[in-house]
């Protein structure tokens, strides 16, 4: 596998809800260990695409593929002996393609599998109130992906760890800050062992000063090679960490190139508009 490969590719990606439309053909590339912003105005459809890749959204037309395309499984492709690699909790390898083709039918177990392959962290991070830390984060691995428990607890012990958190491993969610909330928030998709990474508003949620602590387990996570699509109003936070920025609106893709370009010196006017009001 080319290490440029799409980890992600999505075609053609078209969303009504009702008369409205939302996603008007959206084609994405994200080659493994590579990180996209998507940025635009509010209904622009950023989200749509995030929750169409996590199967939350049934797209009308178009398809999405995640994993490499090819016949074998490339084991290879992972970061071996990469800082994150040791004990099971680094980026995992990628796994053969999967693609599903909205235009045709799609089953409930394709989008399943669809879903497993990518994990979100939400803006309002999406924790289940009446479980611990620790059962937040083991709760998908062992009931939905059906990991033995010991392993999962081990391994969720030492991502919480990473961020800081694992004397709260037994707290509520409601005894946490918004900051310490997502990061369990990212620690949980992290526990997944996804392909792909989606990030929506991450820190959009969160007061001032809690947000940079929580960019900052994002940047690392782009560091050690994970895959990740993010949508994100922190413009600074997209220039420093995402190899390619998307700009979109009213359902297109109006602009796109790398971070510098397309923040720096954008060429198309809606994106210049945008960023100036932003940056
Ligand atoms: P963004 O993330 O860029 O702010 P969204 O993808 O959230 O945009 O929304 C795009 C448009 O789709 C908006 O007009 C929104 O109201 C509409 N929309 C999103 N989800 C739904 C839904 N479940 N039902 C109806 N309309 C929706």
Same mark, same amino acid.
Do not use: C
């Given at each position: ?6 980890? =992600? ?5 078209? %969303?009504?809800?009702?008369? $409205?439309?939302?996603? &008007? ?8 260990? %590579?990180?996209?912003? #998507? ?6 459809? %950023?989200? /749509? ?8 959204? /049934? ?17 290879? !492709? ?7 690699? *040791? ?9 053969? !393609? ?13 989008? !399943?599998? #669809? ?10 991070? $999406?924790?289940?109130?009446? +479980? ?6 083991? *709760? ?8 033995? &428990?010991? *392993? ?5 012990? %030492?991502? +919480?760890?990473?961020?800081?958190? =694992? ?12 900051? @310490?909330?997502? &990061? ?7 526990? =997944?062992?996804?392909? #792909?990474?989606?990030?929506? *508003? ?7 000063? #809690? ?9 690392? =996570? ?38 510098? @370009?397309? +923040?720096? $010196? ?14």
């Amino acid at each position: 596998m080319s290490p440029t490969e799409p980890v =992600l590719q999505v075609r053609g990606l078209s %969303k009504s809800f009702g008369a $409205n439309t939302v996603l &008007r053909g959206i084609d994405l590339d994200v080659p493994r260990g %590579k990180v996209v912003a #998507l940025i635009g105005p509010s209904g622009s459809g %950023k989200t /749509t695409i995030l929750r169409s890749l996590n199967g939350l959204e /049934t797209p009308d037309a178009g398809s999405v593929t995640v994993g490499a395309r090819g016949t074998s499984a490339d084991g290879a !492709a992972g970061a071996a002996g990469g800082p994150g690699s *040791e004990g099971g909790t680094g980026v995992e390898p990628v796994l053969p !393609a999967l693609t599903l083709d909205f235009g045709a039918k799609v089953t409930p177990r394709e989008v !399943a599998a #669809l879903r497993d392959r990518s994990a979100m962290v939400f803006q309002h991070y $999406n924790l289940f109130p009446h +479980l611990t830390v620790l059962q937040n984060v083991i *709760e998908g691995p062992v009931r939905v992906q059906k990991r033995p &428990r010991a *392993e999962v607890v081990a391994e969720a012990e %030492k991502l +919480l760890d990473r961020v800081g958190l =694992l004397e709260k491993k037994d707290a509520h969610p409601f005894e946490l800050s918004g900051g @310490q909330q997502q &990061r369990v928030g990212i620690v949980r998709a992290l526990a =997944l062992k996804p392909q #792909l990474l989606l990030f929506d *508003e991450p820190t959009s949620a969160l007061d001032p000063e #809690l947000v940079d602590d929580v960019l900052e387990v994002i940047k690392e =996570l782009a560091e050690e090679g994970w895959t990740m699509v993010i949508v994100t109003h922190e413009l600074a936070f997209a220039r420093q960490t995402a190899d390619e920025v998307v700009f979109m609106a009213g359902g297109v893709v109006v602009e796109r190139g790398p971070a510098s @370009q397309v +923040l720096r $010196n954008p060429q198309e006017e809606r994106t210049q508009a945008f960023v100036r009001r932003l940056l």
